[in-house]
């Protein structure tokens, strides 16, 4: 530990400490782990390269783990492995590993520093190190052990965080809101604007659109799989049902006794314990009689049937099993007749078969089938006639929401050059709100801070909106400015707000530029992971 937290030792009352593992500070621990440029971490295999800079597969898994460790934390039995997917939690990590390495790299280059002075202070500052309000040695160093981290090790990373927090610091330190910027904003909050607008829905031009049969056939191949019909069959069945033949299939005590022996888990009591086998000798004895009478019919099916299955005859099978036949119409895979409703077994072999052939048997809890493809019908593309009126539907609506575009494009056009020949609307006066509500438009907020943007000298927007399912193509009629009296005693409390803001979007294209001159490299299994 540092010497200027040594000599805190002594005068700290060390307690009992009850929390073993500390999360809450363990994360910047590996999120900048490791010692030297060539590499973040211990091991060999590789989650990036930045430049010359190798970060480690330790390095990436110990980051990942502490960071779902603490969303596991905030959301509890809500964190799903969905949940996880959805947050894009890998991606996150190796992103948070990266723009470490490049901020230490530009740390150097810059050449910041943290004293060992720095280091005491933060780390004596952390509330899980101190007890009634000051630092506790001693339970600095049980957390530390408890997380199997030397205080070197520590205070090694520490430094790191705290390079990182002082260059990213020293980024955003240079961010400044102008006095033009401040005005603006000014302006965007405290002045109340007009709009003139025209609109265009696919409903109101639909029956403009003018539709060739070439094309609806043209939109019918193209979306073919949206159209085409599924495979069908129909069928000539029979079954034999199991109850029938359990009359003709007696068992001998020896075989109801080894029937009940591989059985046993279906004779069990309340506390799922073994019932003794003469208590429940007779539901044994009805069992066995039953699964040997439905062995034997299934046997006998199956001879029956691959004794005469080249005859493609399933009247002489059905008469040699004293069965009667019944048939279907023709049905796809989804559409089951009531009849075999549920009888997916039956029916997945059915599809298998090809028209003529006999087919099982296939034993259901309804009993044992054997079938015939009578017909088989392939799926196909219907002609233009058949669905004419689905496609022509769908035609028309994918051209009316092109025309609507098209009018609003040449509309907004129009309004740059003065809106002659339009017959336009207009907004009552409205001030900016953040959740983009437009009176007689609706809710927008592309669309709110675009017409925030608008003034005298350019007064029409460069492209029309879309809002709901209907485009506007807008013009400023209107802009009611707020006193500039009054923005000097706001522009402070404007600045301020605005700062934050700022500050992270300079911060932000600092590190995409970092990222455009370094070389990066991510090991391809981490963005297979992703998927």
Not at 4 to 31: Q, Y
Not at 283 to 288: H, Q
Not at 320 to 333: C, H, Y
Not at 454 to 483: C, D, F, H, M
Request: aromatic share 8%; hydrophobic share 40%.
């Amino acid at each position: 530990m540092l010497d200027v937290i040594r000599k805190k030792k002594d005068s700290v009352v060390i307690k009992a400490v009850f929390i073993i593992i500390v999360l809450s500070f363990i994360g910047t621990i590996f999120l900048v782990w490791g010692k030297g440029d060539e590499g973040m971490g211990r091991s060999t295999g590789y989650a990036a390269k930045v430049d010359r800079t190798v970060i480690s597969l330790e390095a990436f898994q110990n980051a990942y783990q502490n960071m779902t460790e603490t969303y596991r934390q905030i959301f509890g039995g809500n964190f799903t492995p969905e949940l996880e997917k959805q947050l894009n939690l890998r991606q996150q990590v190796i992103d948070r590993l990266i723009d470490s390495t490049l901020i230490m790299k530009a740390a150097k280059s810059q050449g910041v520093t943290v004293s060992k002075e720095d280091i005491s202070a933060a780390i004596a500052a952390m509330p899980a190190f101190q007890q009634n309000g000051s630092f506790d040695f001693s339970l600095y160093q049980q957390m530390l052990k408890a997380n199997r981290i030397t205080p070197e090790a520590y205070e090694e990373s520490k430094k790191r965080e705290l390079l990182i927090d002082k260059t990213r610091k020293a980024v955003m330190d240079k961010v400044t809101i102008s006095d033009d910027e401040a005005l603006k904003q000014f302006h965007k909050e405290q002045d109340k604007l007009e709009l003139s607008y025209v609109s265009f829905a696919a409903a109101d031009v639909a029956g403009e659109v003018k539709l060739s049969d070439a094309d609806l056939q043209d939109f019918l191949t193209k979306n073919a799989e949206k159209f085409r019909t599924p495979e069908k069959v129909a069928l000539s069945w029979f079954v034999l049902e199991n109850a029938s033949q359990t009359h003709a299939q007696p068992v001998t005590a020896e075989e109801q006794k080894t029937f009940y022996d591989k059985n046993m888990d279906r004779y069990l009591d309340k506390d799922n314990a073994p019932i003794p086998y003469e208590q429940v000798k007779e539901r044994v004895k009805a069992d066995a009689v039953r699964q040997k009478a439905s062995k034997a019919l299934y046997e006998k099916a199956a001879d029956t049937l691959f004794q005469n299955i080249k005859s493609g005859d399933l009247a002489l099978v059905a008469g040699k099993l004293g069965a009667k036949i019944q048939d279907t119409p023709l049905f796809s895979a989804t559409t089951a007749p009531a009849a075999l409703a549920g009888e997916t077994a039956l029916i997945k072999k059915a599809f298998e078969l090809k028209q003529g052939e006999l087919g099982g048997p296939v034993e259901t809890v309804k009993g044992i089938y054997i079938f015939k493809v009578k017909e088989k019908k392939a799926a196909e593309l219907p002609p233009l006639a058949q669905v004419r009126a689905t496609v022509e539907q769908q035609v028309r609506a994918i051209k009316a929401a092109e025309l609507a575009k098209q009018k609003a494009v040449e509309a907004q056009k129009a309004l740059a050059a003065g809106g002659a020949g339009l017959k336009l609307q207009a907004t009552p006066a409205f001030g900016y709100n953040a959740k983009g509500d437009l009176p007689g438009i609706g809710s927008s907020k592309p669309l709110m801070e675009k017409a925030f943007e608008l003034t005298t000298a350019s007064a029409a927007a460069s492209e029309p909106i879309l809002v709901g399912n209907r485009w506007y193509a807008v013009r400023l009629k209107q802009r009611i400015a707020a006193p500039q009296t009054d923005f000097t005693p706001r522009k402070d409390e404007i600045k301020k707000r605005m700062l934050p803001a700022k500050q992270e979007e300079t911060l932000r294209n600092w590190l995409k530029e970092l990222r455009s001159k370094a070389k990066i490299v991510i090991n391809p299994a981490l963005t297979a992971a992703n998927q």
